[in-house]
Each structure stands twice: as C-alpha cells, then as structure tokens.
C-alpha cells in the first residue's frame, strides 16, 4: 500500500525512532509499503520515519532506470566505519522540489538486520553511501537541509516558503 510521505516542516520528522526489538508480519508488512511507495515517488530511498512510523527501518535501491531493481532493507542500521569526504547535490521525499548540496563521508560501512533478522554488512560509495547517510540521519530526526550552513539554511525557509505555498496551490 502506497503511504503519505510527511514533507517539511511537519514536527514528526524531527522525531527520533526506536529500534525494532522483534521482526514481525507488521514489520514486513511496513517494509513492503515503504518500498511500494518510495518506487512510486519515485525516489531512491525512505526511512520509516518519512510515513510517520517511527521505527529504524530503511529501503534503499539506487539501481538506474534500465536496471533490475535491488532492493536493501535495513532494521536498526548503523554506520560502522566512514572514510573520506564527498559534496552532492542531494534532495529529499519530505522536501520535495528542493535540492542543495551536503557534505556527506564517501565511503560508509553499515550494518543492519535483513527481516529475517540476520545481521548483514554494506560497504559502500557514491550514490549508495549518500543514501545510507541521509536515511539514517530520518531516523535521527536530522534532514539533508539541517546540514546547510545556518545562512544556507535561512536561505532555504525563506525560499521554501514560496514553494510550499506552489505545491498547496496545485494541490
């Protein structure tokens, strides 16, 4: 079932999200919306947190469009290991029609339960290790744009305020 993906500045997405203690049918059943819906978005990632649940559950799948699809599902992930430095343009599901550039480690090492509970390892760069970031930092409460600079940041609200008001009036 395709969920409402919360946008800025709802106060849910700057809550944080408690481990899962037991993988359940609901799990796997929330597992399969969270990926139904960030493929209709589309987008390449979601965390639980992003369709008010706040669970530390993530998909992920940054395969292209003329790609099979390769779904990752991450319960409790946490990065493990982070190397270098990279600065992308990132955007967001929850802030939508915006994108600004993040500085975000290169390589990332993440482990996480798959749901049937067996603990899993990824390493990664580029666009995967971006995602694994910015989904993690959802079940923090943080979004890309916390990471702006204060003035950056100022620049955003103002400017997203604008397209707020674009997106109510096309609604």
């Known amino acids: 079932m395709i969920r409402r993906i919360l946008t800025y500045p709802d106060p849910e997405l700057k809550k944080k999200s408690a481990p899962v203690t037991v993988i359940t049918d609901k799990t796997r059943e929330l597992v399969r919306d969270m990926a ?3 493929y209709a978005a589309p987008g390449v990632g979601l965390a639980a947190p992003q369709i008010g649940v706040h669970q530390r559950v993530i998909v992920i799948d940054v395969s292209g469009k003329d ?3 390769a779904l990752i599902v991450a319960i409790n992930p946490e990065i493990i290991h982070t190397a270098g430095e990279t600065y992308e343009e990132e955007g967001c599901l929850s802030v939508p029609k915006y994108a600004a550039n993040v500085r975000r480690h290169a390589e990332v090492v993440v482990r996480a339960l798959n749901l049937e509970g067996d603990e899993v390892t990824w390493q ?5 290790a971006v995602a694994f970031q910015h989904e993690i930092d959802h079940l923090d409460g943080i979004l890309f744009v916390d990471h702006l600079s204060p003035l950056k940041r100022e620049i955003f ?3 997203y305020r604008r397209i707020a ?4 009036e096309s609604a």
């Open 165 to 168: 008001e674009g997106l109510q």
């Open 124 to 128: 990664a760069d580029g666009l995967l």
């Open 36 to 38: 139904e819906t960030m």
């Open 67 to 69: 790609e099979h699809p």
């Open 157 to 159: 609200r103002k400017k």
